[in-house]
C-alpha cells in the first residue's frame, strides 16, 4: 500500500530535550515536506526537499532541522523543543517528474504526529 | 507572494442542506488548485483538484471550477451528510520554477452536519 509513515504519532517532551520525528515513504517520491497545524493559523510549511540531498526552508524554519540522506526518509529534528513548537506535524511527499503534468503535483500526507512540549 | 483565503468557520448544516465554501487566491501565473479534507483524529486526504481554468474538480459529491477571472475555487455539495464533518483545506500549488512542490494552504473551515 501506497504510504507516508510518521513516527511517533504523539510525543510529550520537555523543554530542551531534543527529539526526532521520523517520516518513510514507499512510493519514490522525490519531493517531501514538513507542516506544522496550528488552530486558527492552518498549515505552514517548515522545511522541504526537491531530492536526496537538497532541503530548503519553508515558512517557519526557525527551531527545526531536516535531512535527506535517503529518498525515502524525511526527518524532523528539533534540537532543543520549546513550548512554542507545541503542535501538530504532517509529513507529505510527491512525485514530481512523470508523463502526465495534471497529476504530478497531488500530495500525500502522513497520519500527523502531535507534539507536546511542557 | 501567492496567499489563499478561505471563509472561517465554523460552519454548521442540517444534513441534506447545500454547502458552499469560498476560497479565493493570489497567485503568479497558473496555479494548480486543490482541495484537501481532514477528519477528525486524520491526517490530510485530497479531496479535489483542478490543474487550469475552468477545470471542475469533482468527488464524493463535491465540485469546485477553477475561476481564473474571479482567482476563484469554491467549494459546493448539493446534499451533506453527517459523515461530512471535518475541516477543509483550499490549496494552492504554484507551477512555476523551484516552487513547483509546495502547497500554500487556507486556515481551514471546520464543517459540522448534524442530523
Known amino acids: 500500500e501506497a504510504q507516508v509513515t510518521q513516527n511517533p504519532r504523539y510525543l510529550i517532551t520537555v523543554t530542551g530535550k531534543k527529539l526526532t520525528v521520523t517520516c518513510s515513504q514507499n512510493?519514490?517520491?522525490?519531493?517531501m515536506s514538513w507542516y506544522r497545524q496550528d488552530p486558527g493559523l492552518g498549515l505552514r510549511q517548515i522545511y522541504y526537499s526537491m531530492n536526496v540531498e537538497v532541503t530548503d526552508k519553508g515558512d517557519v524554519p526557525e527551531g527545526y532541522k531536516v535531512s535527506r540522506k535517503e529518498k525515502r526518509n524525511f526527518p524532523l529534528i528539533l534540537e532543543s523543543p520549546s513550548p512554542n513548537q507545541t503542535s501538530l506535524y504532517f509529513c507529505a511527499s510527491k512525485g514530481i517528474s512523470g508523463i502526465d503534468p495534471s497529476s504530478y503535483n497531488e500530495q500525500f500526507f502522513g497520519p500527523g504526529t502531535r507534539l507536546t512540549v511542557l | 507572494g501567492d496567499s489563499v483565503t478561505q471563509m472561517e468557520g465554523p460552519v454548521t448544516l442540517s444534513e441534506e442542506a447545500f454547502l458552499t465554501i469560498n476560497c479565493t487566491y493570489t497567485?503568479?501565473?497558473?496555479?494548480?488548485l486543490f482541495w484537501y479534507v481532514q477528519y477528525p483524529g486524520e491526517g490530510l486526504q485530497l479531496l479535489l483538484k483542478a490543474t487550469k481554468a475552468d477545470d471542475k474538480g469533482s468527488n464524493k459529491g463535491f465540485e469546485a471550477t477553477y475561476r481564473k477571472e474571479t482567482t476563484s475555487f469554491h467549494l459546493e455539495k448539493g446534499s451533506v451528510q453527517v459523515s461530512d464533518s471535518a475541516v477543509y483545506f483550499c490549496?494552492?500549488?504554484?507551477?512555476?520554477?523551484?516552487?513547483?512542490?509546495?502547497?500554500?494552504f487556507g486556515k481551514g473551515t471546520k464543517l459540522s452536519v448534524k442530523p
Open positions: 490549496a494552492l500549488s504554484p507551477n512555476y520554477g523551484g516552487s513547483q512542490g509546495n502547497l500554500i
Open positions: 497567485a503568479t501565473g497558473y496555479p494548480s
Open positions: 512510493m519514490n517520491h522525490e519531493y
